[in-house]
Every structure is written in structure tokens, then in C-alpha cells.
């Protein structure tokens, strides 16, 4: 195709190019890039400015009928500067240069014209969608536009997965993106095994991520040591030979890490691909005298799986549930403590050695936060991470507390004549009833078992994420995470009620507190929320919150606003009234039908979502 220069006086732009890209027309795309026509979609890609501009730079003599004069933008060519017409236009670019035959004609155009390629198809598509989710927070008049853009740009990067011919094809897919550094930093994406499928979990593209080939390169890569390259043959694997498996895994836990310690970590088996070689050929080649081989000799002998046994993920895996089990075990034992003598204060192992795990949980927490800190903007921000750091620090906190507080106490009982900390405790009488520690308003003491307590629960909602890799359980817990969003959506609303009516209500009814004789010889309970006859809820802000709060759970009961007569009470009767109709009808009903229409949708693809769910296991 020869190129036809631009004939004089004719004023051109670029709206019949993006009628092209609309109609997903290829062939009138590529012959509009062929002839220069551009498409400035710069106003809602910010951060691709700087790399037109050093392409344009660089190859203006490589193609010279991309020339500057011939590109024009839609936008400059209106008259009129609203800004509803400015949002409107760069919607408009931005939907033609999302669209698949323009992706597909820019890319042929910029590789025909020997243009070093900074983007391909794919990159494009997820990087078009990344900026639509952006798009339907900030631009919200446009929202449902930005949503079918975001849906296609996915559609496009799905069938683009589905030509690949085998699983080696679909992981090059997989691991390549050329638009990383816009998402993560450079010393965190090289270390990422699958970054365009992080990127995918991360913008919540269920579709991509639940492909088939996605999944199988991912549990190819999940059942296979990082050494030998060996599967697990878990998927053919009968139940009673999985149990088997998980059950020398635990038993053998301390010798495998022990010999992975020992052998694997000084080799630094990850970053010297030497290590793989030398496994592979004297485990299965033909010289296994040789020198390499001798200096890797556990590679021969019957320990060999042992010392590869961290290489696999999914033993890692296993691992850490295991561990985790471990250490819940031994928060219960410091809570239950069934090692003590009776009215005694003794320190046991467990009370040494959940601090010291506790400690080194903390800091490995640290560093995955310390990396995550690393990565870019709110795609990777990860609330698990800080729950659990939050749950170890608990933990710790409830152990120092515990431990600080019985010596605080006791060296106090004892009027200050003992310092040593054996002697303190040994001398501390726990059969007496009024001891300080007992004091839940003072005692440190009574803090540290709170922590530890909640730090209990923590753990244990903990283990329901490891849960998602088995399909019944996962939908259960995906359900629980999506009603509760329903649920905190809903709560705000009850917040707003909550305080209007608590404070109209007690400045109502604070005017009436005098005039019922009965009333002043009631006293109402501050330590738990009880209705009494005929007692004025309403005199304080503290009773008139808890009487509104609880009543969402017991609804009616008239008689809180108490006996006095007049105005004020029928006023605050009848607001009252319409309290509970909005607690009751409207916002118990409302929470109701949002739970349902969430589960009918998670249950109507719940194959995918489960696929999802499991993958972010998987990856992480």
C-alpha cells in the first residue's frame, strides 16, 4: 500500500477513525494508522505520555506517515470547553483505542514499521481495563460505560488466551507484561512467577483467572519441585493415600526442614540453576561417580525426598498449616495452662516458647509488608497481611501483659519487700479472693488473657482462608465475605438512624426525668442495658444508645420512654414508633434482599469464583 499524501484544504481529523474502532472494523483501523491518523487518548492515560512521546522522538524518520501534522485529537477540534463535553470526548478515545481491532492494527503497524515494541495486545487490554476500574470510581456519571469497556478489554485478553495450543504457550502469556512497572516496582515484579496473573487477581477478573489454561499451568507449577521438575500426582491420588500423605508430613516435618536447612538453603538452590543439572543427572544419568555428584550425594540416597521436600509449594503449603496448628495449640495451652500447680505461679515451656514463635511471626510479617509497601497504588494492598500481623502482635502483647502484670501485682501484694521474679511468684497467695490481679478495671493481667483470647479467634478464622482449596467449603466462605459487605453497607445506614433518634430522643425526654416519682428510686444498670417499667431510657446519652442499639434485636417495648405525661412523651413515642419501622421494615428487609441477590449471584457462577479464590492461594 503506497501511502497517499493529504490533499490541500481539506480539513481532516479523527472521528471517521473512531467510528472504525467502534464498529471493531480492522481493516479501516489499519489503514487510518497507515495513513496517520492518531488517536489521543492521553487525558485518561497519564502515565503513557511520557512513553509516546520518546517513541514519537525516536522513530519520526521510520515511519514518516505517522508524521505530527496529520494526528488529530477530537478534543481539539471542539468549540465548545465544558467540562461534561471534555469528560464525554476523552471517554470517546478512550473507548476507541480500548477496542480489539485497534489494539491488534496498532500493534501490526508499529511492528511493520520496525518500531521496537513497548506493548503488545494483551499488555494493552489489561491495562485498559486496570484504567476503566479507575475510571468508574472518579468519572461515576460514566460508570456503566466504563464498565462494558472494562468487560471487553477482558473479553479480548480471554480470547486471546484461548488460542494458545498448549500450557507452555498460555504461561509465556502469563508471565509477560510489558506494562508491569505501571502496577508494581521493578525489584517486585522480577521476582513474580506470573505477573500479568497477579495483575488479574488483583483487578478481580474472574474470567481470566479461571480459564483452563490458567489454572493448569498454575497447578502444574503448585504440585512441581522447584529442583527436579518432578509432579505430585495429587488429582489421581484416592483419599485414603492423600490422608497417608498429610499424615507423614506432619510426623517427618522436623527432619525435612532439618535436612532442607542443612543442604538446600546454603546451595541457595533458587538462584543457581546448577543445582537443578546436578540433581536431574545424578539421580537419573549415567555417572553418578562423578565428582559433582559425589559432592551432591544426598541426591542418591534414600533421604532425597526428605531434602527436596520445601522444593514442592503445596508441601510448603502443607507445612505451614501444619505449623500454624502447632502454634494455636500452644496459645491454648498458655490460656488453659494445664501444667500449673494449683494456686501457683510457675513458668512452663510453652509459656518460653509461644513468645519466641510469636516473635519470629512478627518479623516475617514485617518483611511481606515491607515488600508489599513496594508495589504500587491500591492494586496489591493486602488486608490479610495486616490482620495477621495484627494477630500475632495480640498475641504478644497478651503474653507480655500476662507475664508483667502477675509480677506487677504480686510484688504489690507483697508490699514491695520482694524484687526477684522466682520469689515473687512463689510467694503469692492466688486463694486470696481480693487479689489486685482479680481487678478487671487495674489488672494488666486481665488484658493479656483478653488479647489472647481474641488473638484465639483470629487464628482460627485464620485457617477458613486455607480452607478455599476445597470446593464445598470455599463457596461457604466466599458467601460469609460477600453478605458481610452487605452487611457493613446496610450497618452505616443503621449508624445514621442510630444516632439521630438516640439524640433526639434523650434531648426529648431529659425535660421528663423529674416528673415521675418511681423513677427516682430506680437505678438503671450501667454495666449491661435492662428495661425496667415505667423507666426513662432517654435520660443520658449512654442508655438512650443502648436501648436504640439492642432494640434492633428486640424490637417494640413502648415503655422506655417512661411514665411521665405530656408533650414530650408522645412526641418521643411516636418517634420511637418510626424508628422501629425503619429498623424493622425497611432496613432489616433491605439487608435481607441484599443478601440474597449476592448469593444467587456467587451461586450462579460459583465454579469461578471458586477458581478465583483458590488461585489467590495458590499465588500467594
Given at each position: 500500500m503506497k501511502k497517499k499524501l493529504k490533499p490541500r484544504g481539506i480539513r481532516c481529523n479523527n472521528q471517521a477513525m473512531i467510528r472504525a474502532c467502534e464498529k471493531d472494523n480492522f481493516e479501516m483501523v489499519y489503514i487510518f494508522l497507515?495513513?496517520?491518523?492518531?488517536?489521543?487518548?492521553?487525558?485518561?492515560?497519564?502515565?503513557?505520555?511520557?512513553?509516546?512521546?520518546?517513541?514519537?522522538?525516536?522513530?519520526?524518520?521510520?515511519?514518516?506517515?505517522?508524521?505530527?501534522?496529520?494526528?488529530?485529537?477530537?478534543?481539539?477540534?471542539?468549540?465548545?470547553?465544558?467540562?461534561?463535553?471534555?469528560?464525554?470526548?476523552?471517554?470517546?478515545?478512550?473507548?476507541?483505542?480500548?477496542?480489539?481491532?485497534?489494539?491488534?492494527?496498532?500493534?501490526?503497524?508499529?511492528?511493520?514499521?520496525?518500531?521496537?515494541?513497548?506493548?503488545?495486545?494483551?499488555?494493552?487490554?489489561?491495562?485498559?481495563?486496570?484504567?476503566?476500574?479507575?475510571?468508574?470510581?472518579?468519572?461515576?456519571?460514566?460508570?456503566?460505560?466504563?464498565?462494558?469497556?472494562?468487560?471487553?478489554?477482558?473479553?479480548?485478553?480471554?480470547?486471546?488466551?484461548?488460542?494458545?495450543?498448549?500450557?507452555?504457550?498460555?504461561?509465556?502469556?502469563?508471565?509477560?507484561?510489558?506494562?508491569?512497572?505501571?502496577?508494581?516496582?521493578?525489584?517486585?515484579?522480577?521476582?513474580?512467577?506470573?505477573?500479568?496473573?497477579?495483575?488479574?487477581?488483583?483487578?478481580?477478573?474472574?474470567?481470566?483467572?479461571?480459564?483452563?489454561?490458567?489454572?493448569?499451568?498454575?497447578?502444574?507449577?503448585?504440585?512441581?519441585?522447584?529442583?527436579?521438575?518432578?509432579?505430585?500426582?495429587?488429582?489421581?491420588?484416592?483419599?485414603?493415600?492423600?490422608?497417608?500423605?498429610?499424615?507423614?508430613?506432619?510426623i517427618y516435618l522436623p527432619i525435612n526442614a532439618l535436612l532442607f536447612i542443612a543442604y538446600c538453603i546454603p546451595y541457595d538452590y533458587k538462584r543457581q540453576p546448577g543445582f537443578e543439572y546436578v540433581a536431574r543427572d545424578c539421580k537419573y544419568g549415567n555417572d553418578p561417580e562423578s565428582d559433582s555428584c559425589k559432592k551432591h550425594s544426598c541426591v542418591t540416597s534414600f533421604l532425597w525426598p526428605s531434602y527436596l521436600f520445601f522444593t514442592v509449594p503445596f508441601n510448603r503449603f502443607i507445612a505451614s498449616i501444619i505449623v500454624h496448628i502447632i502454634y494455636m495449640i500452644l496459645i491454648a495451652l498458655v490460656v488453659v495452662n494445664p501444667s500449673d500447680d494449683p494456686l501457683v505461679i510457675d513458668t512452663d515451656a510453652y509459656d518460653i516458647i509461644l513468645p519466641v514463635v510469636t516473635v519470629a511471626y512478627i518479623i516475617v510479617d514485617i518483611q511481606e509488608l515491607l515488600t508489599e509497601k513496594k508495589t504500587k497504588g491500591e492494586i496489591m494492598t493486602k488486608l490479610s497481611m495486616f490482620c495477621s500481623l495484627f494477630f500475632h502482635t495480640l498475641i504478644l502483647l497478651g503474653m507480655i501483659l500476662r507475664g508483667v502484670g502477675f509480677y506487677i501485682e504480686c510484688w504489690r501484694y507483697l508490699n514491695h519487700t520482694e524484687t526477684e521474679m522466682f520469689t515473687v511468684f512463689n510467694r503469692c497467695d492466688l486463694n486470696d479472693r481480693h487479689h489486685p490481679f482479680l481487678d478487671k478495671f487495674r489488672s494488666p493481667v486481665v488484658f493479656g488473657y483478653s488479647f489472647l483470647g481474641i488473638g484465639m479467634v483470629i487464628g482460627a478464622l485464620k485457617i477458613l482462608h486455607w480452607s478455599m482449596l476445597m470446593?464445598?467449603?470455599?463457596?461457604?466462605?466466599?458467601?460469609?465475605?460477600?453478605?458481610?459487605?452487605?452487611?457493613?453497607?446496610?450497618?452505616?445506614?443503621?449508624?445514621?438512624?442510630?444516632?439521630?433518634?438516640?439524640?433526639?430522643?434523650?434531648?426529648?425526654?431529659?425535660?421528663?426525668?423529674?416528673?415521675?416519682?418511681?423513677?427516682?428510686?430506680?437505678?438503671?444498670?450501667?454495666?449491661?442495658?435492662?428495661?425496667?417499667?415505667?423507666?426513662?431510657?432517654?435520660?443520658?446519652?449512654?442508655?438512650?444508645?443502648?436501648?436504640?442499639?439492642?432494640?434492633?434485636?428486640?424490637?417494640?417495648?413502648?415503655?422506655?420512654?417512661?411514665?411521665?405525661?405530656?408533650?414530650?412523651r408522645y412526641v418521643a413515642m411516636m418517634m420511637w414508633l418510626i424508628y422501629q419501622c425503619i429498623v424493622v421494615f425497611i432496613l432489616t428487609n433491605l439487608m435481607i434482599a441484599m443478601m440474597n441477590s449476592t448469593l444467587s449471584n456467587i451461586h450462579l457462577d460459583r465454579v469461578k469464583q471458586w477458581k478465583f479464590a483458590r488461585t489467590g492461594v495458590w499465588l500467594k
Open positions: 497507515y495513513y496517520g491518523f492518531f488517536i489521543d487518548d492521553i487525558e485518561l492515560k497519564p502515565c503513557t505520555l511520557l512513553e509516546k512521546q520518546r517513541r514519537a522522538s525516536v522513530y519520526q524518520g521510520i515511519c514518516p506517515q505517522k508524521e505530527k501534522k496529520w494526528t488529530f485529537n477530537l478534543i481539539q477540534n471542539r468549540s465548545n470547553h465544558d467540562e461534561q463535553n471534555d469528560s464525554l470526548n476523552n471517554f470517546k478515545n478512550f473507548r476507541a483505542t480500548s477496542k480489539p481491532a485497534y489494539l491488534i492494527a496498532d500493534f501490526k503497524y508499529n511492528w511493520e514499521c520496525g518500531k521496537q515494541l513497548i506493548t503488545d495486545p494483551i499488555t494493552e487490554a489489561f491495562h485498559n481495563a486496570h484504567l476503566a476500574q479507575l475510571c468508574q470510581k472518579n468519572i461515576v456519571e460514566y460508570k456503566s460505560k466504563f464498565e462494558d469497556v472494562e468487560m471487553e478489554s477482558m473479553t479480548f485478553a480471554v480470547k486471546m488466551l484461548d488460542l494458545c495450543k498448549n500450557t507452555e504457550e498460555a504461561s509465556l502469556i502469563l508471565q509477560n507484561d510489558l506494562k508491569m512497572s505501571h502496577y508494581f516496582k521493578p525489584e517486585v515484579a522480577s521476582k513474580m512467577p506470573f505477573a500479568r496473573l497477579q495483575l488479574a487477581v488483583a483487578d478481580n477478573h474472574h474470567d481470566f483467572v479461571a480459564h483452563d489454561f490458567c489454572q493448569q499451568v498454575l497447578r502444574n507449577c503448585w504440585l512441581k519441585s522447584d529442583v527436579t521438575g518432578e509432579l505430585i500426582p495429587w488429582a489421581n491420588t484416592n483419599l485414603v493415600d492423600k490422608l497417608l500423605y498429610l499424615l507423614l508430613s506432619f470446593h464445598n467449603v470455599c463457596i461457604v466462605i466466599i458467601s460469609i465475605k460477600s453478605v458481610f459487605k452487605d452487611i457493613l453497607r446496610v450497618g452505616l445506614a443503621f449508624g445514621f438512624f442510630l444516632l439521630s433518634f438516640s439524640s433526639g430522643m434523650k434531648y426529648i425526654m431529659e425535660l421528663t426525668k423529674h416528673q415521675c416519682k418511681e423513677e427516682e428510686n430506680k437505678t438503671l444498670l450501667h454495666e449491661a442495658w435492662s428495661i425496667e417499667q415505667s423507666v426513662n431510657q432517654f435520660s443520658t446519652f449512654r442508655t438512650a444508645f443502648k436501648v436504640s442499639l439492642w432494640s434492633i434485636f428486640d424490637p417494640g417495648h413502648p415503655e422506655v420512654v417512661g411514665c411521665s405525661q405530656g408533650i414530650p
